[in-house]
């Protein structure tokens, strides 16, 4: 089945630390870009990270440049994302979602809910 | 970064009816390369991930119902939903990805009058 599969979504102090997982399966994973979008409560889809299919560039939103690492393991089909230095205002659904040659998000995992509260 | 404007922000539209929904981009999504627009609308459902409806700006996703249409070039799109069903009560976001970041507009829900 194709699918993406996120994991390690918690409940975290401010200013701690959580690394996101993204299990792809049922599609060559090391030939698409993936990304990583948010939705905090009552609010839209916010675009947070990019990665290219080889790993090689990444994208970040200027509300987590310097604090989020987006990275891939094409060995193991997985995408990461680790947070560091985490806020309240990021607490949201974080989701993976696969592109399509490079344009569209066909495909998005159903999503970890990160916490950041004390 | 490319800002995408939605409108309008909510729409209550009765059983049955049409629903309208428009989207700016802040520029040009025209992609050179096989002159098309690169706009995709998808749903959004309480507690469900985002789902493609429609991409290059008009082309359904397989498995859409064909009630979903996408329409317009340049900077000015429109997504209809025909004879509005019960299960379409939903948030709609546009999204371009003719470059990085790929950005949503805010979004437009839309429920039964």
């Known amino acids: 089945e194709v699918q993406l599969v996120e994991s390690g979504g918690d409940l975290v102090q401010p200013g701690g630390s959580l690394r996101l997982s993204c299990s792809a399966s049922?599609?060559?994973?090391?030939?698409?870009?993936m990304h990583w979008v948010r939705q905090a409560p009552g609010r839209g889809l916010e675009y947070v990270s990019a990665i290219t299919y080889d790993g090689h560039s990444t994208y970040y939103a200027d509300s987590v440049k310097g604090r989020f690492t987006i990275s891939r393991d094409n060995s193991k089909n997985t995408l990461f994302l680790q947070m560091t230095s985490l806020r309240p205002d990021d607490t949201a659904v974080y989701y993976c979602?696969?592109?399509?040659?490079?344009?569209?998000?066909?495909?998005w995992g159903r999503g970890t809910l990160v916490t950041v509260s004390s | 970064d490319i800002e995408m404007t939605q409108s309008p922000d909510y729409l209550a539209v009765p059983l049955g009816e049409r629903a309208t929904i428009n989207c700016k981009p802040s520029q040009s999504v025209l992609y050179s390369s096989n002159n098309k627009d690169s706009l995709a609308w998808y749903q959004k459902k309480p507690g469900q991930p985002p789902q493609l409806l429609i991409y290059?700006?008009?082309t359904r996703e397989s498995g859409v119902p064909d009630r979903f249409s996408g329409s317009g070039s340049g900077t000015d799109f429109t997504l209809t939903i025909n004879n509005l069903q019960a299960e379409d009560v939903a948030v709609y976001y546009c999204q371009q990805y003719y470059s990085t970041p790929r950005t949503f507009g805010q979004g437009t829900k839309v429920e039964i009058k």
């Open positions: 049922g599609f060559l994973f090391s030939s698409y870009g």
């Open positions: 290059w700006a008009s």
């Open positions: 979602a696969k592109d399509l040659g490079d344009w569209f998000f066909d495909l």
